[in-house]
């Protein structure tokens, strides 16, 4: 599902993460690490957001770096404290990732219901208290027809209701559409018997399974 | 004199101001000293400081153009005081004493005066060496006046409390509009930066005007409106400075999108098509359609490249006005040897290499606190 090829990541001169070769299979990867391994660096490469050395290939084919567009349609995260502009609503940063990455008609309706946010979409984020604004990036993680999902401490500062709901969505996701995950966090995963979380663990600014 | 409330609130505000106003002190620096023949200049100032301390109408001016430097003072602290980042303030600095508080205050708006107070403070000097008495003094209560005033103000608003985000009046009447990428970097000049916005524009005005005052006999030669559109578009560097950040910080996002280099590029043009209307409609009522609409690409590709020039040197003020002056002055002489349209397509096509190399490249913000 996934490949990285030579990567490398430095700020300044310091190395903060290298990942020669390696190769995620379609999964649910909780990546573990002590805070500042990189865990976050890491995802943010992975979603485009930060600049590397080296290349990551989704599916054998669409790379990062050589179709910038396709891979952005199929790889959407979560940011760990997400920052929106402050006077744009709920619905109206929904209305721009939809259209970004061709969500279908009333995709996320279903997902703003079962998380109850339906009350404040119309207000700007800049109102939203940090669950709010959490709950919302969440959301938007989840629009289009991804094939990774990368969220970044997801487990942070939503309540528990909304916590099984999440839960509940990476199931589905990934047993009906095959959809991969990578999560970051410290609190342990809720594993069910019906899904299988892998572990990955980044010592030494490099990124291995953990036994 | 050094609490650590000081140290803090210095460090805030007043260095914040300093940076943030560097390039418009510079150009006042400019103004008061390099405009005059250097073996004058001492009894240049001499003369003005005595102005001063002698005429009463002098003092309302000069009191007048002071009151402006402080309130410009005032909207900077008191927005910083707003600021997310600043929020600790409300639940550290007002644990301190009430007199600890003012004096901390009054340092960091002394500090924020240095150059209005050292220049007022040597006038009084000069005034008492020359036997006048009245107004120094008055010149002298007026800056302790302002000084104290200002902190006053600020530790008033730290005892406010907070009353959560309002919104702008064009948020609340633009509520169901469509909000593409692209506009979002107008909305936010209207929510955040109407008064940089608005002080821009009102520059812009002043430069136009002054231009074609300067150069009445060749008023007709393109050079004249290519120039003073490159003025103008320099007038832009604090906003562009300002749409960077806000890209950086709250547009981070925008990198994980779909959506290509060409997009985001064009849409940033659309943006400045917008904020530079005003220039837009000057330009269409002044000149032939032909040449407005390349005058208009020469300012828009101006301002485009100093958006861009900042994806590749970061968010650096200090580089970034070193390279604006250098830009300008190639321009400059670009434009005087009627080089004007290749000049407009050299600073497009470097603002789209710049841009195209270094989007995905940048170092971001967050990216530098090694999450």
């Known amino acids: ?211 | 004199m050094s609490g650590p409330l000081d140290k803090v609130l210095i460090k805030i505000f007043a260095a914040g101001f300093y940076r943030a106003h560097a390039g418009i002190l510079m150009v006042g620096l400019f103004v008061m000293f390099g405009v005059v023949e250097p073996g004058q200049l001492l009894n240049y100032h001499k003369t003005l400081m005595l102005a001063l301390v002698s005429s009463p109408l002098m003092l309302l001016v000069i009191f007048a153009g002071w009151l402006l430097y402080v309130i410009k003072s005032w909207h900077y602290v008191l927005g910083q005081i707003a600021a997310v980042n600043q929020q600790f303030l409300f639940y550290s600095s007002n644990a301190f004493s009430q007199k600890q508080q003012l004096k901390a205050w009054s340092v960091v708006q002394f500090v924020i005066q240095l150059p209005v107070g050292v220049y007022g403070l040597m006038a009084v000097g000069v005034g008492f060496a020359h036997g006048y008495y009245l107004l120094p003094v008055i010149v002298f209560v007026y800056l302790l006046l302002l000084t104290v005033g200002s902190a006053w103000l600020y530790a008033f608003r730290i005892h406010k409390l907070l009353d959560g985000s309002g919104q702008s009046w064009l948020m609340k009447i633009s509520g169901n509009w469509q909000k593409p990428w692209f506009s979002l970097f107008v909305y936010h000049v209207f929510d955040k930066q109407k008064i940089t916005w608005l002080v821009t524009k009102g520059l812009s005005w002043l430069l136009i005007t002054g231009f074609f005052l300067l150069f009445a006999d060749v008023q007709h030669d393109v050079r004249v409106a290519g120039i003073a559109l490159l003025a103008v578009a320099t007038a832009h560097v604090r906003l562009v400075f300002e749409e960077r950040v806000f890209e950086e910080k709250w547009l981070s996002f925008t990198r994980n999108l779909p959506y290509s280099r060409l997009q985001i590029f064009g849409g940033i043009v659309l943006a400045y098509l917008i904020i530079m209307f005003p220039e837009t409609i000057w330009l269409f009522s002044r000149f032939s359609p032909l040449v407005a609409l390349g005058l208009l690409a020469t300012g828009i590709s101006t301002v485009m490249l100093f958006h861009c020039l900042l994806y590749y040197i970061g968010l650096d003020m200090e580089k970034y006005m070193l390279r604006v002056f250098f830009l300008f002055v190639l321009i400059f002489w670009m434009i005087l040897f009627k080089l004007i349209w290749i000049a407009a397509l050299l600073t497009a096509g470097l603002a789209w290499l710049l841009f195209y190399k270094n989007y995905y490249e940048q170092q971001t913000l967050e990216g530098d606190d090694q999450k």
Do not use: C
């Open chain 1, 1 to 211: 599902m996934l490949d990285f090829v030579k990567f490398q990541k430095f700020y300044g001169n310091f190395s903060a993460l290298t990942i020669n070769e390696f190769t995620l299979p379609p999964g649910v990867y909780w990546i573990k690490g002590v805070n500042g391994s990189g865990k976050s660096t890491l995802l943010k490469s992975v979603a485009g957001m930060l600049a590397f050395n080296g290349d990551i290939l989704l599916d054998d084919a669409i790379s990062i770096k050589k179709h910038p567009v396709a891979y952005r349609k199929l790889v959407n995260f979560a940011e760990a404290e997400p920052l929106f502009p402050e006077f744009l609503t709920g619905s109206e940063m929904i209305r721009l990732f939809a259209a970004a990455k061709d969500a279908p008609t009333g995709q996320e309706t279903e997902f703003i219901n079962s998380m109850q946010m339906q009350s404040y979409m119309d207000k700007p984020v800049g109102t939203y208290s940090s669950g709010m604004l959490k709950k919302l990036s969440l959301v938007l993680a989840f629009l289009g027809r991804p094939r990774l999902i990368l969220l970044d401490e997801p487990l942070i500062t939503i309540d528990t209701a909304s916590l099984k709901i999440l839960y509940s969505w990476i199931h589905r996701l990934h047993l009906e559409e095959g959809v991969s995950f990578m999560l970051t966090s410290h609190q342990t995963f809720d594993e069910t018997d019906r899904l299988k979380v892998t572990e990955l663990m980044i010592d030494h600014q490099n990124l291995q399974f953990s036994n």
